[in-house]
């Protein structure tokens, strides 16, 4: 969501933290600010709304320079997106604060702050947080210890970075449910809410954790746990290079991280499967135990991770025998679940920062589960740290909104772990090899069907002035359509809707008329029969067909039928994450097609680490 870089340096810093914005913009964001004390003793502030690049503009036109200082890129939650709403914001003698999260009881703290003589120019809980620090400020005239102060009043989620033209050689941070991450230089140290803007300056990090208030100076770091103890946290060494994020020959990131998927797919299986056999240690050293006395699955996960867990429940039921049940994290979090003996309690999230699907695995600690495993692309993420088992999907920097290669690395080592607990529950060694077989040759399949994308290119010219869709597949491929009709609607703001196709007779047969184009998942499966026969159904109804089909599914086009011919056949074990991607490529070109901005779409944010 919103975007955190901080610097303290002997250089000029603006240059850093500007690129650290940049670098943050996938995350989604409508205004940006910096904040820097230029040496003298003043706060220099500018804020702008809309893009970074306004941003620089408005630099251009008034330079700043500091040696120490933070910045912002703000996603709208108190307060529509305006400048007096843009972070930093300022309360007395310089003080500037930046703000990731949600304070619930800002309205209190609010009104008792007025009532003390402070004046409010915005509507965001943020400016209450800048205030509380001043007023603590006051009575312990020591910046560390006012933030401390302040954080034990709020009641929310907050990533904050604070500076004060009182002391300006140093940064304070507090974390509470949001990211904040401290990166380490050469006499000079920096902050943001993620690595991906700090990759140009260093590759040493510090994570905080729940609840540590820090500070950074040029040479020094100091952190202390949430009863005010001196903490040392430890120092990780990213992997990721600096121009992991970048486009590359791509028009957009979401092209370029569709066309990665071959890569990321084979990335997820490396050194997770050898000689035709799982190797379970990856997902920790306890999970062979773990998956051995495993009765039952339960999925959560928000968006197109919880599409990969409906996808996952088909596999796991199917192959391993396993009742296996998935559930928004939203909904999760505010119901009293029945838990069954000996259940295996998994998340799914690119980022490992979600905060629903967060609550959701600390309230099952409290639930009387066997174990936790979380499935996420960030090893230093939240969710990551905090869960039992753990198995990294190796997507890479994922920049676009709109997921993509997250979506298929998760089905991988989803598919990964339905052959763990099979070994467990009734597959013997031949059964388990032709299952790792079928992973194994993901990557191939991909490729191939990437070459598609000229044909879907042209395809997509019959969307631009369509304005809903239908999306329809039966079994493992109903999510699969639902993910589908996900990224149409993301990235084009075409209304789209997915179905399981046997449901058209209950309902959405009404909507279907020539101006709504039905795409539909056809592979050769035990159910292509039956989902053939509702295809009549729709154009016994004058409805468009647009069917991606096996080679050998015998779906011929015909007048109101188009098929476009996967390039070659897969398995059920295979088809769910090889007919994703013709339906990423619709997406995106129909998005382009309509102008609209592919990888940082209206109204969404990357990362969703508010409730």
Known sequence: MCGIVGAVAERNIVPILMEGLRRLEYRGYDSAGIAVLNGTGNLVRLRTVGKVRTLQEALERQPAYGNCGIAHTRWATHGVPSERNAHPHISRD????????????????????????????????????????????????????????????????????????????????????????IGLGLEENFVASDVAALLPVTRRFIFLEEGDVAEIRRTSI??????????????????????????????????????????????????????????????????????????????????????????????????????????????????????????????????????????????????????????????????????????????????????????????????????????????????????????IELPAAIEKTLALDP????????????????????GAMYPVAMEGALKLKEISYIHAEAYPAGELKHGPLALVDADMPVIAVAPNNDLLEKLKSNLMEVRARGGELIVFADPEAGIEPSEGVTVIQMPSHVTYFQAPVVYTIPLQLLAYHVAVLKGTDVDQPRNLAKSVTVE
Do not use: W
């Open 94 to 181: 310089g003080l500037a604060i930046v703000h990731n999260g949600i304070i619930e009881n800002h309205e209190e703290l609010r009104a008792e702050l007025r009532d003390l003589g402070y004046e409010f120019v915005s509507e965001t809980d943020t400016e209450v947080i800048a205030h509380r620090i001043h007023h603590h400020l006051r009575r312990v005239r020591d910046l560390f210890e006012a933030v401390r102060a302040t954080v034990a009043e709020l009641r929310g989620a907050y990533a904050l970075a604070v500076v004060s033209e009182r002391d300006p050689d140093r940064i304070v941070l507090a974390r509470e449910g949001c990211p904040v991450v």
């Open 222 to 439: 100091r952190i202390t746990d949430r009863e005010g103890r001196p903490v040392e946290r430890p120092v990780r060494e990213s992997e990721l290079s600096a121009d992991a994020a970048e486009k590359g020959q791509y028009r957009h990131f979401m092209l370029k991280e569709i066309h990665e998927q071959p890569r990321a797919v084979a990335n997820t299986l490396q050194e997770r499967v050898a000689n035709g056999r799982l190797l379970e240690a990856a997902f920790g050293p306890a999970a062979t135990e773990v998956f051995r006395r495993t009765e039952h699955v339960h999925i959560v996960a928000c968006g197109t991770s919880y599409h990969a867990g409906a996808v996952a429940r088909y596999m796991i039921e199917q192959i391993c025998r396993l009742p296996c049940t998935v559930e928004v994290a939203s909904e999760y979090r505010y119901r009293n679940p029945v838990v069954p003996k000996n259940s295996l309690f998994v998340t799914i999230s690119q980022s490992g920062e979600t905060a629903d699907t967060l609550a959701a695995l600390r309230l099952a600690k409290q639930a009387g589960y066997l174990s936790s495993l979380s499935i996420c692309n960030v090893p230093e993420s939240s969710l990551v740290r905090e869960s039992e088992l753990v198995m990294l999907t190796r997507a890479g920097p994922e920049i676009g909104v709109a997921s993509t290669k997250a979506f298929t690395t998760q089905l991988t080592a989803l598919g990964m772990l339905a052959v763990a607990l099979a070994k467990h529950h009734g597959a013997d060694e031949e059964r388990e090899r032709g299952l790792v077989s079928r992973l």
């Open 455 to 474: 044909v879907i290119q042209e395809l997509a010219e019959r969307f631009a002035e369509k304005h809903h869709a239908l999306f329809l597949g039966r």
